[in-house]
Nanobody, 120 residues
């Protein structure tokens, strides 16, 4: 069973918003630190948001102030609200439990991701 099912991607214009969802299974979600990643064509996967079990969020400078990560422990779901989208945000977005000391590796198998395309 794939531990993560991502959804919510689509085609939007620059400046618009999207909300991604990731439903997790196979581990105790409430205790897990979770992350959203993205991988653009020809580029390495990068971590764009993390949230601890206690709800503390962190972001790289590239998305800080535009992206908001949140979680619903009752639904074992993590969300990514993306505002003021830019063409450089175009990528396949994934969620996972971040591996210790890495900005690219996840603890679990990767889901299929959800494609976000930002274009006018």
């Amino acid at each position: 069973q794939v531990p993560f099912v991502e959804s919510g991607g689509g085609l939007v214009q620059p400046g618009e918003s999207l909300r991604l969802s990731c439903e997790a299974s196979g581990f105790t979600f409430i205790f897990a630190r979770m992350g959203w990643y993205r991988q653009a064509p020809g580029k390495q996967r990068e971590l764009v948001a993390t949230i601890t079990s206690g709800g503390t969020a962190n972001y790289p400078d590239s998305v800080k102030g535009r992206f908001i990560i949140s979680r619903d422990n009752r639904r074992s779901t993590v969300y990514l609200q993306m505002n003021s989208l830019k063409p450089e945000d175009t990528a396949v977005y994934y969620c996972n439990r971040p591996a210790t000391g890495s900005d690219t590796a996840g603890v679990d198998a990767w889901g299929k991701g959800t494609l976000v395309t930002v274009s006018s």
